[in-house]
């Protein structure tokens, strides 16, 4: 499976942004997708976790009622989508596949297949 993300990009504090990654080479609706985030010299964070057809979600407590994870399975997509962004969202965030649904403990450890990662800046 190969994962592409996009939508990263440079914003101001208070200001939303909508991460994408695309899913191609396995079925989509056999994985459970999710979102960690890193920053240089700290280990990759857990973010936010979404089952296989997108019933249920989970969130890191740092995101909890700002992020929104959500997927369209028909078109091999996951989303993120960041509202309130603050300083201290920056990283670079990178999407995650793996069989298994971990919930909010998923880690990075954990993860069959990675995408590539994008920027994200929140400047203050």
């Known amino acids: 499976v190969q994962l592409q993300a996009s939508g990263g990009g440079l914003v101001q504090a208070g200001d939303s942004l909508k991460l994408s990654c695309a899913a191609s080479g396995g079925t989509f609706s056999d994985y459970c997708m999710g979102w960690f985030r890193q920053v240089p010299g700290k280990e990759r964070e857990f973010v936010g976790a979404?089952?296989?057809?997108?019933?249920?979600?989970f969130y890191a407590a740092s995101v909890k009622g700002r992020f929104t994870i959500s997927r369209d399975n028909s078109k091999n997509t996951v989303y993120l989508q960041m509202n309130s962004l603050n300083p201290e969202d920056t990283a670079v965030y990178y999407c995650?596949?793996?069989?298994?649904?971990?919930?909010?403990?998923?880690?990075?450890?954990?993860?069959?297949?990675w995408g590539q990662g994008t920027q994200v800046t929140v400047s203050s």
């Open positions: 995650a596949a793996d069989r298994k649904y971990y919930g909010s403990t998923w880690s990075e450890y954990w993860v069959m297949y």
């Open positions: 979404i089952t296989w057809t997108g019933s249920s979600a």
